[in-house]
Every structure is written in structure tokens, then in C-alpha cells.
């Protein structure tokens, strides 16, 4: 192993926990405000809706969609809203979504 | 005679089936992850140290990347860096929620604090069975998951077949959508969605999706906040949607303090 890939691998390794560390570690010990706790409360969905957002478009094509991704979404939320079982819903979202690329090419 | 109840706690069940989720997306990605740190000259061990030790996806593969192109030490570092800032705001919106653990454990379960696990943590909060052993179980799997298709992307390569690849290349979408739609009980829930979609469609569409990533949590975060505080009922609706949900989810706050104790 080369050491200065050891290196980089290391420092990006540490550099990236601390980013994921401090803010948690950090902030527990101090009582924020409740105006900061009800807007971090927000902070999940509009990850969650930007990380759909990004798994949906198709890359370098400016603002592309995958068809085969949008027509998979439909199945994907209507099993999540009716099971709330996680594994199930994205398994059919895989299987939708294998199916339409298949399809649409 | 009472009912034989296993001591398995929700809390952990629940745990392990979202960490069996994340690890249906992560696998194919790691698998791709390995090939192509291969292909950027990385050694399999070298591939692998990097899923061990820096465990982020989309800097894992701009480091490949950078490496296949000859970058410094130095450009290489602040840019798989600058990808991942914005796992600064997971921790801060899941830091009011873990005040009560160790700290060695809050530094542990902050390894492992992926866009997936965060998600994960978020809707968990959200549907109201967070705590340690839900956070512990699905990093557990997740990682182990992500290390191990790394492992077999640096080893085996192309050994999966390439329908198999494209259904699965879609899993954490998938995964993300699953997530994300018991989470939505409010109004202003939908409205940080859509505008965190938004956002991160408009940063893909100027070429900087990472930080689009992190502008987003925080735009998104900021119009649900704000549409939250003017809407008057929102907030009481939404407390009465979550106490449904803990009943049809038959999961509980109370009975995951119950179980950790």
C-alpha cells in the first residue's frame, strides 16, 4: 500500500468523521432554542426530498428525468403509505424500476 | 400464564430491517465503488481501507476519480472534503434527540452517520422509535454491507449481471422514497420535501449536486420551518398524525425508553 494513498485515505477518514461527530456531540451538551430544534426537525424531509430528486435525474443531461425512475415512484410510495414496511416498499421499487428500464430502454 | 415475549426490543427489529434496506442499495454501489477504484490503480486493500475509513459514498468515488487524474494530496482531500460538509446538519438535527446517551456512544453512532443512516434516523425520529440500538443495528448492516460489496467490486468485479445492476442502481432512491413518505404528516413536511427537491435538481442542473445537497437540507429546512410557524393548526395536526402513526407503526417513544432499559 502506498503511503501516501494511506495518508489521504486517513485524512479524508478523520476530516469526515469530524464533520459527522462534532455537530452531534457538540450540541447535545447545549440547549438550543426552540425555534433552531423546530427547524432542524424540517432538516430530514428536505434531505430526503433532495436525495430522491438527485437518484432521479439522469446525469449530463441538464434537467433530465429518468422515466423508468418516475414511473417507479409511484409503486415504491403507494406501498410505503400502505405497509410502512421498508424492505418490502423498496424491493418493489427495485423491481419497478427493473422492469420499466427494461422496458423503456 | 403470560405470553412468552422474545426480548428482541423494537427499537432493534426495526433497526435491522432498515439496515437490511440500506444494504440492498449499498451493496451494487460498493460493488461499483470497488471497480472502480481498481480501475483508478487502487489496490483492493486500498479500496477497502477507504470503504472502512472514510464511508461516503460520492467522495469515495470523486477520490478514485481525482487519483485516476494524478490530483495532489491536497486537491484531492478538500474536494472528497467539500462533498461531505453537509453531514454537518445531520448531526446538529439529530443532536436534540440523543442528549441522553453517552458520549462515547454518540462519538461511535457519529461514524457511521451516512445520507442513508441520517434518513433512516430522520424518519425514524419522526415515526418515533429513534434511539441508540435503531441508529447502532442499522449502521451495523449498512456498513458492514458498503465494506463487504467493496470488497467484492475490487475482487470479482463484473461478476453481477448487468440487469441485475440496473434494477439496483435504483435501491436507494427507492429506499429514500420509502423513507420519506411516513415522515410526511404535516403540510409544511411536504413543502420542505418538494423545495429540498427543487433545490437539488437546480444544483444538479449547475453542476454542483453535493453542495446542492446541503443547500437544499438547509433551504428546504427553512421554507417547512417557516410555512410550520405561520400555519396555526399545522402543528397540532401534525402531533395528532404522529401519535397515529406510533399506534398503526405499534411503536412508541415510551416503549423505546422501555426497551433500552
Known sequence: MHGDILALLLVVGLGTYLLRCLPLVGLTRRRLSPGIEGWLRYVGPAVLGALIASGLLTPHHGLGFSAAGLGALLPTAAVARLTRNLPFATLVGVVAYGVLHAWLG | ?261
Open chain 2, 1 to 261: 400464564m403470560p405470553a412468552f415475549r422474545p426480548r428482541v426490543s423494537v427499537a432493534a427489529r426495526e433497526g435491522l430491517r432498515t439496515g437490511f434496506s440500506i444494504a440492498l442499495g449499498y451493496f451494487p454501489v460498493a460493488v461499483a465503488f470497488g471497480l472502480a477504484a481498481r480501475q483508478a490503480g487502487l489496490s483492493a486493500a486500498e479500496a477497502a481501507l477507504c470503504s472502512l475509513v472514510v464511508y461516503a459514498g460520492a467522495s469515495q468515488f470523486v477520490l478514485a476519480g481525482l487519483l485516476a487524474q494524478g490530483a495532489t494530496f491536497v486537491a484531492a482531500a478538500a474536494t472528497a472534503l467539500l462533498l461531505n460538509v453537509r453531514h454537518v446538519l445531520f448531526g446538529a438535527s439529530l443532536a436534540p434527540h440523543a442528549r441522553r446517551w453517552p458520549r462515547w456512544q454518540q462519538a461511535v453512532l457519529a461514524f457511521g452517520l451516512t445520507d442513508e443512516a441520517f434518513a433512516a434516523a430522520s424518519s425514524a425520529v419522526h415515526r418515533g422509535f429513534f434511539g441508540r440500538r435503531f441508529l447502532g443495528w442499522t449502521q451495523a448492516v449498512s456498513y458492514a454491507s458498503w465494506v463487504l460489496g467493496t470488497l467484492v467490486g475490487a475482487y470479482f468485479q463484473q461478476s453481477l449481471p448487468a440487469a441485475a445492476r440496473d434494477a439496483l442502481s435504483f435501491a436507494l432512491t427507492a429506499l429514500f422514497v420509502a423513507l420519506l413518505i411516513p415522515a410526511l404528516k404535516r403540510r409544511s413536511d411536504w413543502v420542505a420535501a418538494g423545495v429540498g427537491a427543487a433545490v437539488a435538481a437546480g444544483a444538479s442542473y449547475l453542476g454542483s449536486l453535493s453542495l446542492g445537497l446541503f443547500a437544499a437540507g438547509v433551504v428546504g429546512a427553512s421554507a417547512g420551518w417557516w410555512l410550520g410557524r405561520t400555519a396555526g393548526k399545522d402543528g397540532e395536526a401534525g402531533e395528532n398524525a404522529g401519535r397515529r402513526d406510533a399506534r398503526i407503526t405499534g411503536c412508541s417513544h415510551e416503549r423505546e425508553v422501555a426497551a433500552k432499559s
